[in-house]
C-alpha cells in the first residue's frame, strides 16, 4: 500500500498548570445606602447619577437654618450658665473664707457649695446640648463615606425629608477593589487549603463571552461550612479593578490558578484514542511506519493531555489521519504539525 499522508506533532515537555474553572458573581466590597440622619428641605445634589466619589464628597445638603438657630441658642445658654457657676465658685469662696475666720455660718457655707455644684451640673448638661446641636448641624451635609460609584439620586432639591426613611437618598457602591464569588466542588477543598497555607493563590477573571481577561486577583476568603445541597464549597477572589472592569452584579469566567505540575510530557489531545486496552497513540517510528502503543495519560487541559507512560519526549505523534492506519503501516506527512500548543487554561481533570 502507498504511505499514510498524516498530520504529525511531537511529544513536548512543558508545565501545565492546575486550574480550576467557575462561574463567579462580581459583588462590591461594600454597598452604603446613603440615608437622612436629620429632617428638613433637601436644598442641594452636589452630584450626578452614576458618579465616581471620594470618601467625604459633599453628596446631599439638608437646610441648616432651624439647626444653626438651635446651635446658636444652645451656646448662648451655655455662656450664661458659665457666668452663673462662676458666680456660684465666688461665692462659695466667701463663705469658706468666712467659715475659716468663724464669722460665717455653716448652713450659708453649704447652701454656697450646693449652688456651685448645680451650677456646674448645669454647665455639663448646657455642653452636651451644644454638641448634639453641632452634630444635628453637621448632620445637614450628608458626604460620601467611602470611594465608590453612585447609584440613582431618588430625592430631588425641594423635597422634605424624614430622619431615618426607609427609602434611602442614593447608594455608593465600592467598586475598587471587588470581590467575585465562585463555588467549586468540596473535593477540591483539601488542596485549595494546603495552596492557600502555603501561598497567595492567583484568581483570573474572564469575560464569558469573549474570554478576555477582565482581573487578577488573589483568594482571600473559604466559606465555614460546604453548601450540603450542592456540595460545593464557596469562594471569594478580591480583585484591584482600577479600571473597572469587573462590575457588581456580572457574572464571569473565574481560573483559580491552584499549582503547577512541571516538567510532565505533553501530546496534542487529538492524538489520542481509547480502545479496549485504554488510551492509545500512534507513533511514527524511524522507519517512518506507525506503531500503535497503549499509553496511561493523566489531566487533559484543553488540547492538551499528560502522558504519563508509553511515549517520550522528542517522539513524533500522529494528530491526524490515524483513522485510516493500520499498525506497521508506512506513512507520510501531509504538513508539519505545531507542537502540542500553548499551556491552555484549562480545568482540572
Known amino acids: 500500500?502507498?504511505?499514510?499522508?498524516?498530520?504529525?506533532?511531537?511529544?513536548?515537555?512543558?508545565?501545565?498548570?492546575?486550574?480550576?474553572?467557575?462561574?463567579?458573581?462580581?459583588?462590591?466590597?461594600?454597598?452604603?445606602?446613603?440615608?437622612?440622619?436629620?429632617?428638613?428641605?433637601?436644598?442641594?445634589?452636589?452630584f450626578d447619577e452614576g458618579q465616581d466619589v471620594k470618601k467625604g464628597d459633599l453628596l446631599f445638603t439638608i437646610q441648616p437654618r432651624l439647626y444653626a438657630t438651635q446651635l446658636a441658642q444652645a451656646q448662648a445658654n451655655l455662656a450664661r450658665d458659665r457666668a452663673q457657676a462662676a458666680n456660684a465658685r465666688r461665692d462659695m469662696a466667701r463663705q469658706e473664707e468666712l467659715d475659716r475666720k468663724g464669722a460665717g455660718t455653716k448652713e450659708e457655707l453649704e447652701r454656697s457649695r450646693?449652688?456651685?455644684?448645680?451650677?456646674?451640673?448645669?454647665?455639663?448638661a448646657d455642653e452636651a446640648?451644644?454638641?448634639?446641636?453641632?452634630?444635628?448641624?453637621?448632620?445637614?451635609?450628608?458626604?460620601?463615606?467611602?470611594?465608590?460609584?453612585?447609584?440613582?439620586?431618588?430625592v430631588r432639591p425641594g423635597n422634605l425629608i424624614k430622619a431615618g426613611d426607609e427609602e434611602p437618598l442614593t447608594t455608593v457602591l465600592q467598586l475598587a477593589p471587588i470581590y467575585t464569588?465562585?463555588?467549586?466542588?468540596?473535593?477540591h477543598l483539601a488542596d485549595i487549603r494546603r495552596a492557600?497555607?502555603?501561598?497567595?493563590?492567583?484568581?483570573t477573571a474572564r469575560d464569558s463571552r469573549t474570554g478576555a481577561t477582565l482581573g487578577e486577583g488573589t483568594l482571600t476568603f473559604i466559606a465555614n461550612s460546604v453548601d450540603a445541597t450542592t456540595g460545593n464549597i464557596m469562594l471569594k477572589a478580591t480583585f484591584p479593578n482600577?479600571?473597572?472592569?469587573?462590575?457588581?452584579?456580572?457574572?464571569?469566567?473565574?481560573?483559580?490558578?491552584?499549582?503547577t505540575e512541571r516538567g510532565v510530557t505533553v501530546v496534542p489531545t487529538p492524538a489520542v484514542s481509547n480502545g479496549q486496552r485504554g488510551a492509545m497513540l500512534y507513533v511514527v517510528k524511524e522507519d517512518a511506519t506507525a506503531e500503535l502503543r497503549t499509553i496511561k495519560t493523566g489531566r487533559t487541559v484543553g488540547q492538551s493531555t499528560v502522558v504519563l507512560e508509553g511515549v517520550s519526549v522528542g517522539e513524533k505523534i500522529i494528530v491526524n489521519g490515524q483513522s485510516h492506519l493500520l499498525p506497521g503501516a508506512k506513512v507520510i506527512e501531509k504538513h508539519a504539525g505545531a507542537d502540542a500548543g500553548k499551556p491552555p487554561d484549562g480545568a482540572r481533570k
Open 196 to 203: 492557600m497555607a502555603a501561598r497567595k493563590l492567583a484568581v
Open 129 to 154: 446640648l451644644v454638641l448634639i446641636a453641632e452634630t444635628q448641624l453637621g448632620y445637614t451635609t450628608v458626604e460620601s463615606p467611602i470611594d465608590g460609584r453612585t447609584g440613582a439620586i431618588r
Open 114 to 124: 450646693a449652688q456651685a455644684e448645680a451650677t456646674e451640673a448645669t454647665v455639663k
Open 242 to 259: 482600577t479600571e473597572h472592569a469587573l462590575w457588581p452584579g456580572a457574572f464571569v469566567d473565574v481560573v483559580l490558578h491552584l499549582d
Open 1 to 46: 500500500m502507498p504511505p499514510v499522508p498524516v498530520q504529525t506533532s511531537l511529544a513536548v515537555q512543558k508545565d501545565l498548570p492546575v486550574d480550576l474553572r467557575a462561574i463567579g458573581n462580581v459583588e462590591p466590597i461594600a454597598s452604603i445606602a446613603i440615608k437622612a440622619q436629620v429632617g428638613g428641605e433637601l436644598i442641594g445634589v452636589s
Open 181 to 187: 464569588a465562585f463555588a467549586v466542588p468540596e473535593q
